[in-house]
């Protein structure tokens, strides 16, 4: 009932009113990347069936972990799969806080480590068939920032890799216009805009698509999202933020996209483990 759920949230308000969420920040700006945590609650709805994606944004190095921004939204259409739920929901937090970020992150890297040779935008056209041509006025990125996007759902990263999805012929009527942004992100973006996978529970995205949780798993959450009470409290957490901040720093400096399908493969049973050296 209505009463119980407004019940329900009081209790939690009066429990963690003294959680603080937490950052850690010692490197320079150029040992720091954004780290984009992704996922999607599939059908979650039960009045329309639509999925939730939630993302959260932080920036991680060495020695350094900062969650800069977060995202949940109700997906506008319905999805008929998981994959399909995963790859709007990527599409969503990458458009509105990944690619903002990284531009922003550009001009804070120029402005500490010293700006490379900005390119310039054509002043001039360069044939006299351009009669239609007319001069940018913005500058060009320096392209110096690094974006991993963290996906838990091997399907999705398979058709993100492999640049098309042979299963979803019925997205020209919903989801076309995300699918192709997508795809034309990171197939024009190799060098900066990375795909890395993550377990599930490692996903911190998890926590801003389900309504739900279990205390342990709450938990868990919150102290990959370094949200914690007290001093000591704080202390424990810290130990456990720091193995998971290694092991998704692993995963970022880790394989190619091309490897992580090779590897799922192997995985999966499709591809013998001596092909994948070959």
């Known amino acids: 009932s209505a009463a119980s759920d407004v019940y329900k949230r009081q209790s939690y308000i009066h429990f963690a009113k003294n959680y603080a969420q937490r950052a850690y920040l010692n490197d320079t700006a150029e040992n720091l990347n954004l780290v ?11 009045v329309d069936s639509h999925s939730t994606s939630g993302a ?4 991680m190095g060495p020695n350094s972990y900062v969650p ?3 995202f949940c939204k109700k997906q ?5 799969s998981t994959p399909e739920a995963e790859l709007i929901a990527l599409e969503a937090a990458t458009r509105t806080i990944g690619v903002p970020a990284m531009m922003l992150w550009d001009s804070v890297i120029n402005v500490f480590h010293g700006s490379k040779k900005l390119p310039q ?3 001039a056209p360069t044939s006299v068939l351009d009669v239609d041509f007319v001069p940018s006025t913005v500058r060009l990125p320096t392209l110096r920032s690094h974006l991993y996007i963290m996906e838990d759902n091997e399907a999705t990263i398979k058709m993100l890799v492999k640049v098309r999805s042979q299963t979803m012929a019925h997205v020209p009527r919903t989801h076309r216009v995300d699918l192709d942004w997508t795809f034309e992100l990171f197939v024009q973006n190799p060098d900066n805009i990375h795909l890395r996978y993550v377990s599930t529970k490692s996903q911190i995205a998890d926590m801003f698509t389900k309504g739900s949780f279990n205390a342990k798993a709450w938990s868990q959450l919150q102290t990959l999202a370094a949200i914690c009470g007290s001093s000591r409290q704080s202390k424990q957490n810290a130990v456990t933020l720091f193995l998971f901040q290694q092991l998704a720093l692993s995963n970022v400096r880790g394989d190619s996209r091309q490897s992580i399908v090779q590897r799922m493969e192997v995985e999966s049973g499709t591809m013998s483990p001596g092909a994948q050296s070959r």
């Open 76 to 80: 506008s259409a319905t999805s008929h």
């Open 121 to 123: 935008p054509l002043q």
């Open 68 to 70: 800069l921004d977060w």
């Open 36 to 46: 984009l945590f992704t996922d999607a609650d599939f059908a979650g709805s039960l």
């Open 56 to 59: 959260i944004l932080c920036l």
